[in-house]
């Protein structure tokens, strides 16, 4: 306490300054209007400047949770409109609304993407516990994204649509022409159309949508539209057709989970029927 003391006493004349100096401001700002004004002014724009990047700050965290908040909401949302798709007659009504049924959605942000390998994968913030399952079809506003391929208690991995190893069952929608859509391994923008047949007539800015054929999609999301049309120089039964991905895969954040809830049921007739399960 006496080394304190004897330190103030030492510095006596520049705290009497600091002092002198802080009373002569004050009394400047509070009998001078412009000066005072200048002065609360200046004060007043500096906390206004660190309180607005505290509030961005909180309001980008706060918006993580917001927006997979919305996408949950958006899961629901699409299970409520493709049980309202039904038409009135009873017997069409009885079909669609078991058709319906049997797809469940679900909502999920996207922690992990990779797009510089020939096999990529998503890392999702959903696991076993918010009742994701191997299989399940991944999708966002802009369409096909993956395909669910393990999960842990609180998260998942997922085959990328960009992945030479996943393919997923389309169709030509103005034709209802079905091959495959399958990733080559090159341009993260564009995919392969496969296993359409050489006769069939079709053209640069056709929509690509999923044929439903393979328990995975529902019929009708969008996967792309095509931009070249050529003869497969490999097998000349069929054409070699380019797509342009609808899904910019840099940008993937948010992603909906679609469930089969009869997917088990049908692989398994597959299985004991040798029948493939690539449509």
Do not use: C
Request: proline share 3%; no cysteine.
């Amino acid at each position: 306490m006496l080394r304190i003391l004897q330190f103030l006493y030492r510095i006596r004349a520049f705290i009497l300054f600091v002092f002198l100096e802080v009373a002569a401001i004050w009394m400047i700002v509070s009998n001078n209007s412009p000066q005072g004004a200048a002065f609360f002014n200046s004060s007043n724009d500096l906390i206004g400047s660190v309180l607005k990047q505290q509030a961005d700050v909180v309001q980008f965290f706060s918006l993580a949770e917001d927006n997979e908040a919305l996408t949950s909401e958006n899961a629901e949302i699409l299970q409520k409109l493709l049980l309202l798709q039904v038409k009135p007659d009873s017997v069409s009504f009885t079909l669609d609304s078991a058709f319906a049924a049997t797809y469940q959605f679900k909502g999920a942000r996207v922690i992990g993407n990779s797009l510089r390998f020939s096999q990529n994968y998503l890392t999702l913030n959903k696991g076993s516990k918010d009742g994701i399952k191997p299989g399940m079809g991944i999708f966002n506003p802009d369409g096909v994204v993956g395909r669910v391929k393990s999960v842990s208690e609180n998260y998942s991995v997922a085959f990328s649509l960009l992945n030479t190893g996943l393919m997923v069952s389309s169709k030509i929608k103005s034709t209802d022409v079905f091959g495959s859509v399958q990733w080559d391994g090159k341009s993260s923008s564009e995919a392969r159309l496969l296993f359409v047949p050489r006769h069939v007539k079709t053209q640069e800015g056709d929509t690509i949508v999923t044929s439903g054929f393979n328990a995975v999609f529902p019929e009708g999301i969008l996967i792309g539209i095509i931009s070249k049309v050529a003869p497969d120089e490999k097998d000349p039964n069929y054409l070699n057709l380019t797509i342009k991905l609808s899904t910019d895969f840099s940008k993937v954040s948010y992603v909906y989970l679609v469930e089969n809830t009869q997917f088990n049921e049908l692989d398994s007739l597959y299985r004991q029927s040798e029948v493939s399960n690539e449509y």
